[in-house]
T-cell receptor
Framework: GQNIDQPTEMTATEGAIVQINCTYQ??????LFWYQQHAGEAPTFLSY??LDGLEEKGRFSSFLSRSKGYSYLLLKELQMKDSASYLC??????????WGAGTKLIIKP | ETGVTQTPRHLVMGMTNKKSLKCEQH?????MYWYKQSAKKPLELMFV???????ENNSVPSRFSPECPNSSHLFLHLHTLQPEDSALYLC?????????????FGDGTRLSIL
């Protein structure tokens, strides 16, 4: 079957760095998305990786290893507004999104 | 402002009621989606419309009935729902046929079944 695993909840300190991991098992693979979702709001697109390596966008970076079925989202210089859920979604061979349950990130002062 | 608008934001209904959820996208996309989001569970894809034609129905009970009159509007008609249908219902849109474009989501309708 197809499956996405990511931690349920993580806690980090304002100003620090946090890495949110995601492992996937899909029938075929056509890339991986990360989304951010604040409570009561829409998920918003953060990044898309289809090739191995690190993609950097300001304070946020996303990494992909296709051979390991693994991705992570790296958040630097954490701010209180980064408290949110982070959703990982892999694209299978039929271009369907397989979603993880999300990681709730709590930022403490 | 995500470009995808959902109404109402909150809905409380009894099991015998009939109601409809509405979604409108202002992004010029050609595909629209309905998802169910329950606490601590992955997003569940319910329906997909591509150029107004339904292309996916992921074994959704018939008490949920989608309607897509044009590529900018999507409805979800609700009838005789069950308590386990209480959840956040998200609408999304994307541009298919141009590589792997991200889906853009609305803020959702929080549905509570009494």
């Amino acid at each position: 079957g197809q499956n996405i695993d990511q931690p349920t909840e993580m806690t980090a300190t304002e100003g620090a760095i946090v890495q949110i991991n995601c492992t996937y098992q899909t029938s075929g693979f056509n890339g991986l998305f990360w989304y951010q979702q604040h409570a009561g709001e829409a998920p918003t697109f953060l990044s898309y990786n289809v090739l191995d390596g690190l993609e950097e966008k300001g304070r946020f970076s996303s990494f992909l290893s296709r051979s390991k079925g693994y991705s992570y989202l790296l958040l630097k210089e954490l701010q209180m507004k980064d408290s949110a859920s982070y959703l990982c979604a892999a694209v299978d061979s039929n271009y369907q999104l397989i979603w993880g349950a999300g990681t709730k990130l709590i930022i403490k002062p | 402002e995500t470009g995808v608008t959902q109404t109402p934001r909150h809905l409380v209904m009894g099991m015998t009621n009939k109601k409809s959820l509405k979604c409108e996208q202002h992004l010029g996309h050609n595909a629209m989606y309905w998802y169910k989001q329950s606490a601590k569970k992955p997003l569940e894809l319910m329906f997909v419309y591509n150029f107004k034609e339904q292309t996916e129905n992921n074994s959704v009970p018939s008490r949920f009935s989608p309607e897509c009159p044009n590529s900018s509007h999507l409805f979800l008609h609700l009838h005789t729902l069950q308590p386990e249908d209480s959840a956040l219902y998200l609408c999304a849109s994307s541009q298919r046929g141009q590589g792997n474009q991200p889906q853009h989501f609305g803020d959702g309708t929080r549905l509570s079944i009494l």
